[in-house]
């Protein structure tokens, strides 16, 4: 248990299509001291790893419409390309509050676990909307601490 | 035979010939009499009527071409006169230059009536800048805003639909459609989580053949509904587009509806707010697009669309004016048909409508435009260009290397503005006759010509006149007040400049350098007036200003560099007179000429021909005195003589016929024996019947003889021969005057060779008697048998080199 002078912890809990900002917003709500901790988990599914292990997939240009095989390389791609743009928004967004933000990249699987046992320290965890969707939320709806989802899809 | 005292009495000119005093004035003008600039040009009437008529006339073709010397002021007359009738005509239309929005690249010109540009200009820039704010304005009105949040609305739920649909289409085959970064991927799902090839491979061959159809059958589908994004893309611009314009529409409409009403007398304006609200209305975007200039690099600045409504106003007036009276002094080719400036933009040249430039011919346009005609004829493509547009009735804005087609490059075409302007164009006489001569246009286009005269016939009234003159002269320079004498003084020295005791000079400028002049002096001696002493020192000191070349030529006469004799006499050899013009200023001076003769073939040879140096003229003059010379003692034997003639230290070229006589002199001399005064100087030309002409230049020629026998010492022998028709030209100086009253000096007036000879050899020449011989021991006796006797040697000599052939 933490003691009530150690500052809050919050954990956002967002995907990959998440609005930062909205929940960056709703996370401000339950701030309260400049040593409060905010960790940010990025929740990947491993929908674009198993799509891309298919022979069939085909990846199709919005703009064109024209069309690749959709590999693991790309699956990959896109996965690394999500994180490292989250990454970025905290960078600018840690700078601009004169924060520490923790930032993971958690596989949807084992990230119920890594929760779970986070959230016994955790004064809020806010998720985004889109996580009532995933399998993961079955397991998010049981944790003991005050749960907040946001609707952040863009 | 000596010629008698009562002869050369007889010849010699009267003291009072030999300068006519200007007598005392009548009136002059009081300061308060005002004089009219046309009514101060003497005796200018055939100019003035000319120009009046040219004025008065409005057809094509009557413009003028004012011909006259430099400095008689006829820029002044002309403005004057043209000033007169633009008062009665009004002031002309104002013209503009507006944007042409479906054709930048030629430029409308707009018309509007005087006074109305100015007005037009300010309220189409009031225009833009109530657009400026009233555009952007409405696009945020909360009306605005709704139509088009329902429009992005109705657009994004259309392309919300489409993918919805294609999403449900793929469920029902159990397959997701996933959105990756840049586009989209079919997958089969199951319990909402994509396959992987693992579970893939555990389907029945049924179920993973029915998935790859299904993706096949879907991916078709995904592909047509991406393609038709752009369609719904575009429609959607194309509702917001309308909205815009709408909503701009309305506005732009209520902006206008004020200028329209202002200017509904004039449909070519109310044409161009036509113009202008449609062009808002397309340029919506640009008005609501008010965040200032963009970046550097970008080819056009977005606040450069507001400069298409700007009105470039190039020829203005005031409503009450006049017609325009205009003096280009400069009329290079851009200065009078105007010009289409650049500006240096990312190292590139650029321009648009709003940076013509009207030239004079604009300006003047309804008006009166005066040119300098050497000014028009030595500027490149000036005259061609003038008369293009004289022709065309038209000014096309454009620079000469377009014209000649000299350059590719894509420019600016202005709308030619219609031309009605009167030109005259001040000029020399010559100017105008070549012109006339050699330019089959020019005659067309100049049908009048304003000829001033140089002078002014000496009569009582216009002495009178010309008193007045000075006076209103000295007026509009503030000058001091000149007394009579003074004004006598200059009334003479104008007939001197004239060159004519009955005649005075309307000469200007000349006029006013006098009188500012002699202005000068009096204050410098702190006077209150101008008296006749000031007249003097103005005259003198003009003089030492401009006579060093005469004080040279004197100096080698008086060190005898140049050999002239002003005592004793010489056979063949006679002191002729020369005048030199420097342009401002000219002289006289004497010249040695000399004339040899032996038998001959009855040649008189002209030295100063022979080497070029002599005129056309100078050559007649020769060849005149040689046939008087043939005709008059030896009409029955052949003249068997050879003389030649020569101006002795004359190293530049000779001109002119005024030294027929002292050359016929001098070789009746060399022929006669007869030795000639060396203190008499000659001038004047000789007809082939022994007449005695008039030449130019008599005054110069006599004071520059004067000059060199006062310096050497006048002792009553000295004097001048000159023609008798050129002794209403005498206007000699006052101390030639004093010198000819004291009997130190004479002047003889001559009609015939007789007459010159007798005063030159201070012999009678002697008249043939009723059997037709001269009395013996005369030089025309003399000169006649010396040529019988030269014919009768010839025929020996003939006939003896006939005899010795014979032998051989």
Partial sequence: MKKRNEGRRIILAVTETSSLPALWRAAKEHLEHPHDEVMTFLLLDDRWRRAASLPFTREFSRISGSHKNFTPWRAAQIDEAAAASLARQLQALAAETQRQIAFEVLSEHNAADILGQLSVTADVLIVSSELKRRPVYAKLIELRCQLLFVDSEE | ?808
């Avoid at chain 2, 006339?436 to 006149?465: P, Q, W």
């Avoid at chain 2, 320079?477 to 003074?486: G, Y």
Wanted: hydrophobic fraction near 40%.
């Fill in chain 2, 1 to 808: 035979m000596t010629v008698t005292t009562d002869q050369i009495r007889s010849l010699t000119v009267p003291v009072e010939s030999l300068r006519r005093a200007c007598p005392p004035l009548a009136a002059r003008a009081s300061p308060a009499d005002t004089l009219p600039t046309a009514a101060s040009f003497l005796s200018q009437e055939r100019a003035i009527e000319a120009l009046r008529f040219a004025f008065q006339v409005d057809r094509d073709g009557y413009n003028v071409f004012v011909l006259g010397p430099v400095g008689s002021h006829r820029h002044v007359l002309a403005q004057e006169l043209a000033g007169e009738r633009a008062r009665q005509r009004g002031a002309p239309p104002d013209w503009c230059y507006v944007n042409n929005f479906t054709n930048p690249e030629k430029p409308q010109a707009l018309q509007l009536p005087a006074g109305r540009g100015t007005g037009f200009r300010d309220d189409m820039q009031k225009l833009v800048e109530e657009a400026r704010f009233a555009i952007p304005a409405a696009f945020e009105e909360e009306d605005y805003r709704n139509q088009l949040k329902a429009l992005e609305q109705e657009s994004q739920q259309e392309v919300k639909a489409q993918w919805e649909s294609l999403k449900k289409l793929a469920a029902a085959d159990g397959i997701a459609v996933l959105q990756t970064p840049s586009g989209y991927v079919l997958a089969p799902v199951r319990d909402d989580k994509v396959i992987d090839d693992e579970e893939f491979d555990q389907l029945p061959g049924k179920e993973r053949k029915r998935i790859q159809a299904a993706i096949k059958k879907l991916s078709d589908e995904l592909q047509s509904r991406i393609e038709h994004m752009p369609a719904l893309r575009k429609k959607h611009h194309e509702r917001l587009r309308e909205l815009n314009q709408e909503v701009t529409a309305h506005t732009v409409k209520v902006l206008l509806e004020d200028l329209k009403g202002k200017y509904k007398d004039l449909p070519e304006i109310l044409a161009y707010l036509d113009n202008v609200q449609r062009n808002m209305i397309e340029n919506a975007k640009a008005f609501r697009d008010t965040d200032g200039p963009g970046l550097p690099f970008l080819a056009q600045d977005p606040s450069s669309v507001f400069e298409a409504y700007e009105v470039n106003l190039i020829v203005s007036h005031e409503a009450e004016a006049s017609a325009p009276v205009v003096y280009e002094a400069n009329p290079g080719y851009t200065n009078l048909i105007g010009k289409v400036e650049h500006r240096a933009e990312m190292g590139a040249l650029v321009t648009d409508y709003r940076m013509i430039r009207a030239g004079a011919l604009l300006q003047a346009n309804g008006g009166y435009l005066l040119l300098d005609a050497h000014r028009v004829l030595t500027r490149p493509f000036v005259w061609e260009a003038l008369k293009q547009c004289l022709f065309a009735k038209r000014v096309q804005i454009e620079s000469p290397a377009e014209t000649l087609g000299f350059v590719s490059t894509t420019s600016l075409k202005p709308e030619p503005v219609p031309l009605d302007v009167k030109i005259v164009i001040v000029g020399e006489r010559w100017l105008y006759y070549l012109l006339s001569l050699y330019d089959k246009e020019f005659n067309g286009l100049f049908k009048i010509a304003a000829d001033f005269d140089d002078d002014v016939e000496r009569s009582e009234d216009n002495v009178e006149a010309y008193a007045r003159l000075i006076d209103h002269r000295i007026r509009s320079h503030t000058l001091l007040p000149f007394s009579d004498s003074a004004v006598q003084r200059i009334v003479e020295e104008r007939a001197r400049h004239a060159g004519d005791s009955e005649r005075l000079s309307t000469h200007i400028q000349s006029l006013d350098d006098l009188l500012v002049q002699a202005d000068h002096w009096a204050r410098q001696r702190q006077a209150g007036r101008v008296d006749v002493d000031d007249v003097t020192a103005a005259l003198e000191g003009s003089e030492r200003r401009y006579n060093r070349v005469q004080q040279r030529i004197v100096d080698a006469i008086q060190r005898d560099t140049l050999l002239i004799d002003t005592s004793g006499s010489c056979v063949g050899q006679v002191n002729g007179l020369s005048v030199i013009d420097l342009g401002n200023y000219r002289f006289g001076h004497p010249v040695r000429i000399t004339a040899t003769t032996r038998v001959g073939t009855g040649d008189v040879v002209d030295i100063e021909r022979e080497v070029e140096l002599g005129g056309a003229i100078h050559s007649k003059g020769v060849m005149i005195l040689s046939s008087a010379l043939s005709s008059r003692y030896a009409p029955e034997v052949p003249l068997s003589l050879h003389g030649s003639i020569v101006f002795e230290q004359s190293y530049g070229g000779v001109d002119g016929d005024s030294a027929s006589v002292a050359e016929l002199c001098a070789l009746l001399s060399s022929i006669s024996e007869v030795p000639i005064r060396q203190s008499i100087a000659c001038t004047g030309s000789i007809n082939q019947l022994g007449r005695v002409q008039a030449v130019g230049g008599v005054n110069e020629k006599i004071e520059g003889f004067f000059e060199i026998c006062r310096q050497r010492g006048l002792d009553g022998s000295h004097g001048v021969v000159m023609p008798y028709d050129n002794v209403k030209h005498l206007m000699l100086r006052e101390e030639i005057v004093d010198a000819v009253q004291a009997k130190r000096f004479s002047i003889y007036a001559v009609r015939h060779l007789d007459e010159a000879l007798a005063i030159l050899t201070g012999e009678e020449p002697g008249q043939r008697d009723a059997q037709g011989q001269f009395p013996p021991d005369t030089v025309n006796r003399n000169v006649e048998e010396r040529l019988i006797r030269y014919a009768a040697k010839r025929r020996e000599f003939a006939e003896s080199a006939g005899s010795h052939e014979k032998a051989e």
